[in-house]
Nanobody, 120 residues
């Protein structure tokens, strides 16, 4: 079994910062890409940022320059540093991981989400 647990969400004012963390645990051999998606009611889940095992990053246009994704492979943890937050960033943020299990088996794993609310 593999679990992803997010933390760091909360309420922040416009222009403020938050740092999200996500820890993967369970039967993990290694983790390929990890990342963050977000979703608001009535809207499809959208990519926020992705980081490969080697550290190559991809950002949504709406967050590029404001958010920074990073990871600690030794801790199976991915982070999302969010600066200059805007009300439009308000959403439930979900952690994602492409996990390699024993014998090369792979699975997509999702966290339960953490709520980020940016007040105007």
């Amino acid at each position: 079994q593999v679990q992803l647990v997010e933390s760091g969400g909360g309420l922040v004012q416009t222009g403020g910062s938050l740092r999200l963390s996500c820890v993967a645990s369970g039967s993990i051999l290694s983790i390929n890409s990890m990342g963050w998606y977000r979703q608001t009611p009535g809207k499809q889940r959208e990519l926020v940022a992705i980081i490969t095992r080697g550290g190559v990053t991809t950002y949504a246009d709406s967050v590029r320059g404001r958010f920074t994704i990073s990871r600690d492979n030794a801790k199976n943890t991915v982070y999302l540093q969010m600066n200059s937050l805007k009300p439009e960033d308000t959403a439930v943020y979900y952690c994602y991981a492409d996990i390699v299990k024993r014998f090369g088996a792979r699975m997509d794993s999702w966290g339960k989400g953490t709520l980020v609310t940016v007040s105007s």
